[in-house]
């Protein structure tokens, strides 16, 4: 059974100074604890030994699912069976997903729902800077070249990419967002996703653990900005418009996801401005562009290339991703080239095209002060997101099936 401990039942990080090893059990301590609430100072996150745990509870669960061979079929209902059994690893993996931190308030986050339904056009170039973003981290790059999924082009890349987009869409509908919600339900699934990813790279012993877990507390926890704040940048970008309230809403959105994913209170503070900073810092900590880096960000842009959804020369999208990752944009990287280090050069033709698509759609966007037309935007701007993502999933279903790494997938 795992032990729950709280902050003061384990020494500070100070008083273990160079100690990594007793540091990170600290910290894998505190993530094996369902429903762990406690913020700390930001400045007291120990990012290094953070970067070194998974998701413990997680991990328990998807062993226990594969013990008892209960990894084909759906495997969150098979979770849900073991769960009503009285199972632990279930038990408490549901305590920790459907615990809501005190930071958490549904009502606040439909500010920053309307504003992304209203921008369909900003939340779908969401991905052309938020995938490469997420590459600045080596080890987010390396597994992401391994699984291959988002690496090959053609129809599984496009199916991998669409995936995706369901839980960004979806975050969209937040009383579907609230444990027990469908919406909740998907990001779940997305969660018990990355744990068989990571445990199938275990099992392959192909993996350098010396400055990092796969898919680790940290690198899950740096996209609570990238796909937070950063988004809400992005639209803004493409001429939508947001105000600091509808930001401030929309970046809790993201906390909140990042909570469900596994990621531990520690790394996501108990207010925007702690978020930030520990953003700041984790960002900082995981830049490191390199080969796979460079590679996986080729490979997206080639695989959005071959979209019907986009409709846009390779050109167009590769200005598209320098457009949204300049410094400016990026906002916790001050000083760094993002997109030059990622391998994008500069294309001065295509960017003037898009800078140019871009001032038309922020003239566009002005009717949106208009009440009414905001009022319509909202409603069906749902509905709008939803029908997108369905289609380019062919109207079938997202899986969230981990890719074999070692074997069979789980």
């Avoid at 032990?3 to 990170?24: C, E, K, M, T």
């Avoid at 991905?127 to 590459?135: A, E, K, R, S, V």
């Avoid at 369901?166 to 969209?172: N, S």
Wanted: charged share 25%; no cysteine; glycine share 10%.
């Amino acid at each position: 059974m795992t032990s729950s401990v709280s902050n003061d039942q384990l020494p500070s990080v100070a008083a273990l100074g160079d100690d990594l090893a007793a540091r990170i059990a600290r910290v894998t301590a505190l993530a094996a604890t369902p429903g762990y609430d406690a913020a700390i100072d930001p400045e007291l996150v120990d990012v290094e030994a953070w970067n070194h745990v998974g998701d413990p509870l997680a991990e328990a669960l998807i062993t226990e699912l594969r013990e008892r061979k209960l990894m084909g079929g759906d495997i969150y209902a098979n979770a849900r069976a073991l769960e009503s059994q009285g199972v632990t690893a279930a038990v408490e993996f549901f305590a920790d997903v459907e615990h809501v931190p005190a930071w958490v308030d549904f009502e606040a986050m439909r500010l920053g729902a309307d504003m992304g339904r209203r921008n369909p056009i900003g939340m779908l170039m969401g991905l052309h800077g938020g995938l490469p973003f997420t590459y600045i981290d080596p080890a987010t790059a390396r597994v992401m070249a391994g699984t291959g999924r988002l690496a090959k082009e053609g129809g599984d890349f496009r199916r991998r990419f669409w995936e995706t987009a369901t839980g960004f869409v979806g975050a969209l509908d937040v009383d579907g967002m609230k444990p027990g919600g469908p919406r909740w339900e998907q990001w779940v699934r997305i969660r018990m996703l990355h744990t068989m990813i990571r445990l199938g790279i275990h099992r392959s012993g192909h993996w350098d653990y010396t400055t990092s877990m796969p898919i680790s507390q940290v690198a899950t926890a740096a996209a609570t900005h990238i796909f937070g704040p950063y988004r809400v940048a992005i639209i803004r970008s493409f001429g939508g418009l947001a105000t600091q309230a509808e930001d401030d809403s929309f970046s809790l959105m993201w906390r909140w996801i990042s909570r469900i994913e596994g990621v531990n209170v520690e790394l996501l503070g108990a207010t925007h401005a702690d978020q930030r900073r520990i953003s700041e810092r984790m960002h900082q900590y995981l830049y490191a562009p390199e080969t796979d880096s460079r590679s996986m960000t080729e490979k997206m842009i080639t695989g959005l290339t071959g979209m019907r959804a986009f409709r846009l020369p390779r050109r167009a999208h590769s200005a598209i991703v320098r457009r949204v990752l300049t410094e400016d944009m990026v906002q916790t990287l001050p000083g760094r080239d993002v997109a030059g280090d990622l391998g994008l050069r500069p294309d001065r033709p295509a960017e003037l095209a898009i800078a140019a698509a871009t001032t038309g759609l922020t003239i566009i966007n002005q009717a949106m002060r208009i009440p009414a037309v905001r009022t319509l935007a909202s409603r069906h701007g749902q509905k709008l997101l939803d029908t997108v993502v369905d289609r380019g999933l062919d109207r079938m279903r997202a899986e969230y099936r981990a890719t074999p790494v070692a074997g069979a997938p789980d």
